[in-house]
């Protein structure tokens, strides 16, 4: 391992124990309630354990629109490839793709409730959830189905 990649891996060490203590004085500084604080908690944990701590919006804004574009058409080429998209031209992809936000949602986290304003199109591209009306499940949305969208008026539960 070179001394440059050392460097650059304690700089993001350092950098998850900063937000870390950001986040527990948080908790202390507005009181959040333990259940709440271990959500919270595990969801930092598991967001810098997938992206390490580089967030791709942050990295792509600092350069060109074309460059962006192609950027993000190469991100997120796996969700451009679904059938709904097959037919759009190469510029509506790339600027599609300049407007996809990956989420992660932990289990038992609600994507959407009855009556919220629908904002966002979602797409299950791993794992899966429960749609929920009345307090039971309704269908099971996600892998092995792959690739499934609603607009859908009962509520989203993640497993």
């Not at 050392?6 to 124990?17: I, L």
């Not at 460059?67 to 190469?74: F, K, N, P, T």
Request: charged content about 20%; proline content about 5%; some cysteine.
């Amino acid at each position: 391992m070179s001394l440059q990649s050392s460097k650059r891996m304690y700089a993001r060490r350092s950098q998850y124990h900063t937000k870390l203590r950001d986040l527990k004085d948080f908790f202390r500084l507005h009181q959040i309630p333990k259940e709440l604080k271990q959500r919270m908690t595990d969801y930092f944990q598991t967001i810098w354990s997938l992206n390490h701590g580089i967030d791709p919006n942050e990295i792509l804004r600092e350069f060109p629109d074309e460059l962006r574009g192609d950027a993000s058409m190469h991100l997120h080429k796996e969700i451009l490839s679904l059938p709904i998209f097959e037919n759009a031209p190469q510029g509506c992809l790339k600027l599609l793709s300049r407007h996809v936000r990956s989420n992660f949602c932990a289990p038992g986290e609600y994507l959407v409730h009855t009556g919220d304003a629908l904002t966002n199109i979602h797409f299950v591209c791993n794992g899966s959830m429960e749609v929920l009306q009345n307090g039971m499940v309704v269908a099971i949305l996600g892998m092995p189905f792959n690739y499934q969208i609603g607009i859908l008026k009962p509520e989203l539960q993640f497993l």
